[in-house]
Every structure is written in structure tokens, then in C-alpha cells.
């Protein structure tokens, strides 16, 4: 090979092109279009997302707890307010109390001989008019000398058709509950007759609401000085100090709730029996009368339904309160079903006091423990619940926190509830289907 031909070769390769790995030529078209990364920008603008991320949480937290404190301020206000509503209604209880003590008359008269009430019931329908005339336990229809004249006709009509259930005395007395309860043999005479001759002494029980032996326990020392019988003494004299006749029967609240008779003085058993129980006035804290009504057919509605619990509601398991259940009651106190009695009368009297539960819903134990010193040493735990201690207890019952309940049923204290009373409304009563 010629010099020329040397020189021509190496022209051509150094115009060939490259084709080693490095070549740029070798890279693809979309590689070589792609931008430079910014990775510094980048990192800047995620940190700033971060930042801005985490003060609108701080933002969302700042408003949540403003929000849960609101919330809890709001619940202690409603604490504060139910607890006010009970306090102001004691304070009315106190006064319709108070008021009627100053009102009610009080008739004298002392202790009746049974050999008097005996020689007047063998007279005939006369004597045995007078006799009823003389006791006070028919109820005036008036004050006037026509209403006593009126009366009178009705008391000689009542003693001349003796026993006839058809005639129904204006007394505190019901024929069929005296006549299974009374110690003394039958006899031909009127029941109201026959309870002034020897019901009176052998310890008969007049009516379903007025319990003898309760009434003769509280009130010994004033049933010693006038020496009158307990039925008497209440009709006389005890209504007017505001003694009550029966456990399940509260002259105070009563009164509250018909402070019309607080103002005239009239018996407050006697305008219950005749107008109260019409109006759908409860007589106890434990006895809910829409609850009770709730739980009756169409036939047993016509009548005073605490009359009608004490003879013969309680014996069907029906529930006198959300907060009650009488046979839960009795299968967890076998020594009170052995007496065969009714079980709510025995809770108000002594059970809830010796720390017997009503049923599932309320721990008279429990809450003894939390109310401590505040409440008083003969209180019935449950009783207390319901007139303001339900407001000043941080659980009700273990595991029932007042304030969470009310923060989520504010309604309550508009509708004067307690949690308690509203949560075991939400079962609806135990004998229910």
C-alpha cells in the first residue's frame, strides 16, 4: 500500500462514527429528551406539605378539645341545672306539706267503747246509722246542715241493705279486702258495721291503702295519747299532720302534685280515691302510673290503678316502675315471698334501707358506697336516686357514667328523669312480651 492509500484510510476512520458504550448517540430518544431532576425543589416542596399538613392538625385538635371542653361545661351545667330541679322540688314538697298542716282541720274525739258500738249495732239499721255517724269515717259531702242531712239518709240506706256489694260506702273502706282480711266472723251487717263493732279492735284491714300495722308502728305515741284506732286517728288527725297511711301512699308528694288540696285542707287519700287517680296523679315516687296504665287491658283501666296494683297487679309480676321488678325482688329476698306479701311496700319500708336491691337496674349497695356521708343513715338508696342523688353520683350503678348519659339525653332533666329510670325505660317493663 502506497503512502497515498495510508492516508486515505485513516480519513475514513476518523470519519466513522463511535459506536463504544459511552457514545451519546447510543442513548434512547425519550432519554435524551428528559429534563435534569431538581431534587433539592424537590425536598423543599415536601417538607413545606409536611408543615403545612401538621399545623392543620394542630388546627383540628386545638378545635377538638375547645369542642370537648364546651361539651363537658355544657354537661356540668345540666348536672347543676337537674340538680336544682330536685332541690326546688322538695322545697315545694316541703311547702305543700307545711301548708296543709296549717290547713287541714282536725276533728276531736276520743277513744269509742266497743260495748257502746255493740248495744248501737243491735238496734237496727238506726242505731247502726248513728254508729257510722258518730265514728267520722264517712266522708262529708258537705258542710252545710243540708249535705249532713244528705249524709245521714245515705248512712241509714248503706246500714239497711247490710252486706249488699252493690252499695258502696262513702268510707275508707273496701268490702271484698276487709271481708278476706278480717279476723272477726262474718256477720249480716253492712261492713262498715261490722269493722266499728269488731274490726276496729282485732286489727281488720279496711282498704288497700290504708295499711293498719304501718300506720300503728310510726305513729305509737300519738295512737297512745288520743287512744284512738289507726283508721280513726288517721281520718281525725293524722292526715292533718301529714302522716301517711300506707308505704306506697306520700301525702308530700301528693300534695305536690295537687297543690289545690295543700290550699283547702281536704284529706289528701280521700281526693285521691275520688278525683287524683282520674287525673293521673301518682301518689309515690315509686309508682309510675303511665308505666303501670301501659301494662293493663282495656277492662282494668276503670279504677284507681294503685288500688288496683296492691290487689292484684303485683300477684300478675306487673312492674309498678321501670326501676322495680317485683318478682326479680321476691326470688332474690325468698324470706319476704315466704310472708306471701306485697313486695314494693316491703322495699320502701325496710328493704332498700338494709341495702335489698329493687331489681336488675339499681345497686342499693353501690350506691350507698358512692352518696357516702350525703346520704342519711335510714335513707332507702333508691328513693334518693330519684329525689336529686342521681345527680350527684359520677356512676350510678359500675360501668354507668351519669355525666356520658346525660351529655347524650340533655332532654332528661327537661323531663325530669334520672339516666337510671330512663335506660331500664328502653327494655319496657318485665312482664312485657
Not at 306539706?97 to 282536725?106: D, K
Not at 267520722?136 to 246500714?159: N, V
Not at 326501676?323 to 310472708?339: I, K
Not at 330519684?386 to 346525660?406: C, D, K, S
Request: glycine share 10%; net charge positive; hydrophobic share 40%.
Amino acid at each position: 500500500m502506497t503512502g497515498g492509500d495510508q492516508s486515505t484510510s485513516l480519513d475514513l476512520a476518523a470519519a466513522r462514527p463511535k459506536t463504544g458504550p459511552m457514545s451519546p448517540e447510543r442513548k434512547s430518544p425519550s432519554a435524551a429528551r428528559a429534563p435534569p431532576a431538581r431534587a433539592p425543589e424537590l425536598h423543599l416542596g415536601l417538607v413545606g406539605g409536611v408543615e403545612r399538613l401538621v399545623e392543620r392538625l394542630a388546627d383540628a385538635d386545638r378545635r377538638a378539645v375547645r369542642d370537648a371542653v364546651a361539651r363537658n361545661g355544657i354537661t356540668l351545667a345540666l348536672l347543676e341545672a337537674a340538680a336544682g330541679r330536685a332541690e326546688a322540688s322538695a322545697k315545694i314538697h316541703a311547702h305543700g306539706l307545711a301548708l296543709y298542716r296549717r290547713t287541714a282541720p282536725r276533728r276531736s274525739g276520743g277513744h269509742r267503747r266497743r260495748s257502746v258500738a255493740r248495744v248501737l249495732a243491735r238496734l237496727g239499721w238506726p242505731g247502726q246509722a248513728l254508729l257510722i255517724a258518730r265514728s267520722g269515717l264517712w266522708f262529708p259531702s258537705g258542710r252545710t246542715l243540708r249535705h249532713r242531712l244528705y249524709d245521714l239518709r245515705e248512712m241509714a240506706l248503706y246500714a239497711r241493705r247490710g252486706g249488699d256489694p252493690a252499695v258502696r260506702p262513702r268510707a275508707l273502706i273496701e268490702p271484698a279486702w276487709y271481708a278476706d282480711r278480717s279476723a272477726s266472723p262474718a256477720s249480716p251487717h253492712a261492713p262498715l258495721v261490722h269493722y266499728l263493732v269488731a274490726g276496729v279492735h282485732d286489727g281488720g284491714a279496711p282498704h288497700p291503702l290504708f295499711d293498719a300495722q304501718y300506720y300503728r308502728t310510726r305513729n305509737a305515741d300519738a295512737l297512745a295519747v288520743t287512744r284512738l284506732d289507726p283508721l280513726t286517728h288517721f281520718l281525725r288527725r293524722g292526715a292533718a299532720e301529714g302522716r301517711d297511711p300506707h308505704p306506697l301512699f306520700s301525702l308530700g308528694q301528693y300534695l305536690e302534685r295537687c297543690p289545690e288540696v295543700a290550699a283547702s285542707g281536704e284529706n289528701a287519700l280521700v281526693h285521691y280515691l275520688q278525683v287524683g287517680w282520674r287525673l293521673g296523679v301518682s301518689p309515690h315516687p315509686l309508682f309510675d302510673v303511665e308505666w303501670y296504665r301501659a301494662q293493663l287491658s282495656r277492662d282494668e283501666v276503670d279504677e284507681p290503678p294503685l288500688v288496683h296494683y296492691l290487689t292484684r297487679g303485683w300477684c300478675k309480676g306487673l312492674s309498678p316502675h321501670p326501676l322495680f321488678d317485683g318478682t326479680w325482688y321476691l326470688d332474690n329476698n325468698p324470706d319476704v315471698a315466704s310472708t306471701g306479701g306485697e313486695p314494693l311496700s316491703h322495699f320502701i319500708a325496710a328493704g332498700g334501707r338494709k341495702g335489698r336491691s329493687p331489681g336488675p337496674w339499681f345497686d342499693c349497695v353501690h350506691d350507698a358506697a358512692v352518696r357516702g356521708e350525703a346520704l342519711a343513715a335510714d335513707a332507702n338508696p333508691l328513693m334518693d336516686y330519684l329525689a336529686g342523688g342521681a345527680w350527684r353520683v359520677g356512676e350510678a350503678r359500675p360501668g354507668f357514667p351519669t355525666a356520658a348519659y346525660l351529655a347524650v339525653r340533655p332532654e332528661l332533666v327537661a323531663q325530669g328523669r334520672t339516666p337510671l329510670d330512663h335506660w331500664a325505660r328502653l327494655a319496657g317493663p318485665p312482664s312485657a312480651d
